[in-house]
């Protein structure tokens, strides 16, 4: 039992339950805070608690000692510390307590970003040898943070593995993609959306190469108009087939992907000490086993899982309403894992990362704790306000008739919220400075367009692919010329490097050109790059397609602001499920 359960929890500050080691220089987490320090490493009672030799003698004479903290409540001053204190290791901040451990989760699964700044290395090597990777090839990023935004694909399988999940039908399953969430972190750092995927859209998936057991790869081939969730599982599908698919279908590439089953919801509600879930009517729900009153639970385990899987009990018992109780239920694990009473007790936050690394399976470009933790620092500084989670917007399937079983992306909706994601552009009021130095730039940009135009005759240009389809340059000059009569424009195949976003570069004595190619393109401001010297004789402009580039005529620009009627909710927002 430590200091906490003892009721003396405020004798302890949590900083102080990491301990440097002076054998090996660095800090280890002391899970048991009355015992001492060991030096020959820890070790498991029969009971599973971790221990140390030390730990145990203590015990077993009766001494149960925080170093240094009783001795300071009395007046006394540790051996070697000064009674002034000037001595004393020095405290961190409460806000620090972050960056030590950090556990975020999404989808109806957790994903994990453990172990901070220190931590013994024996800690280190029970965490990593907990994940589970799989290689999805050039469908991931090598970089654990990529720069300039990035995207982390979370999906939750359906897989029944595991104690008590048989009995909720389709044992023999391999997995599908139940549940997706694609959190699109932003490159400033500030805000993220995470955009849910109904797993019962229908798209289309491409060919995808998947890595065998004996290493060797096997391309499964495509399909056409089909459930987004056999995109994982269905004929040997694996997470970089996901991954793929929710590239093709939004013009986003997916640097990560985080994968759990249904033991994650059940292990990581539970090892958080609970969820906070709100309902407007009491639910007895016997398909899904969710039995909860009016007004706010607390959820854990068995009962996590049914109320995340329940799709009888809310709205219209479709899959997209589903979605928003699976939010719901998201939002408040986040507000619940960033809450000092689970920051605070560094017993609750080790049982969370080992369960939640026990649950999780990643890309190889993160299948580390040493890379998930480099992911952590930058995820643990976004505030749950900024957090936007949003729902893809769909439509009733027309080639079902009167039988809406099925939905397809909108498609004026759909791809106007493809195109903010694209452009990095918030669904969240960030914070005001933020806000209004994104304004300031927006009316910087916003004067490139104001000028002169060229005449389409006189622009020239140089179409490069740069993330596209195949064959994109060539079509937009196709069009250019026999369309909109630029005649000076040529095809310059494919660009040195992929680039985020749509982009034209053109030097100063261009910008009347740049201004007109910008208006038979419907490209924003912000894909104008202008450059520091003038052209020289019949040099041409460079226009660089991105994967926002979908044909000829259609806007690339993104728009200022989400569509109207799209689901979206803040995750630090506590929502009762109707």
Known sequence: MDAQSRGRADEVDPADQWVLNPE?????????????QSNSGPSRSSTGRVSTRK????????????????????GKAPAGESPDGQGRRKRKPKATRKKKVLLWTGGVMGFVLVVGSGGAYWLYQHFNGNINTVDVGDAGSKSSVPDGAFNILVIGTDKRTGAGNAGYGDAGSEGHADTNILFHVSADRTNATAMS??????????????????????????????RFNTSLGQEGRDPGCTMRTVKKLT?????????????????LSTAVGGVKVCLEKPVNDPKSHLKLPAGQSVVKGEQALAFVRTRHSFGNESDLDRIKQQQQFIGSMIRQMKSDDTLGSPTKMYGLADAATKALTVDSGIGSIKKLTDLAQVLGKIDAKNITFATLPVI??????????????DPTKADALFAMMRADTSLTEVKKKEADAKSAAAAEEAARLNGPRAKSSDVRVTVLNGGAAAGSAGVMVT??????????????SNAPQKVPATVLTYAPNQADQARKLADLLGLGASALKPGTKDAVGKEPMVLTLGPDFKQPGSPIAAPAKAPEGIQKVEADKSVCAK
């Open 197 to 226: 995927i109904p797993r019962d859209m229908i798209t289309d998936i491409p060919a995808c190469p998947t890595k065998q057991k004996d290493g060797s790869t096997k391309t499964v081939p495509g399909e056409k108009n089909v």
């Open 479 to 492: 069009w250019l010329q026999n369309q909109q009569g630029v005649l000076k424009s040529s095809n310059g």
């Open 24 to 36: 090996t220089g660095t800090y280890e987490l002391r899970l048991n805070p009355s015992g001492t």
């Open 396 to 409: 009733d399937n027309p080639a079902e008739g009167k039988n809406h079983i099925t939905v397809v992306p």
């Open 55 to 74: 730990n145990d003698q203590s015990e077993r004479s009766g001494r149960r000692e925080v170093p240094g903290q009783r001795n300071r409540r009395a």
């Open 251 to 267: 013009g986003l590439t997916v640097d990560h992907f985080m994968m759990a089953d249904f033991n994650a919801v059940k292990q």
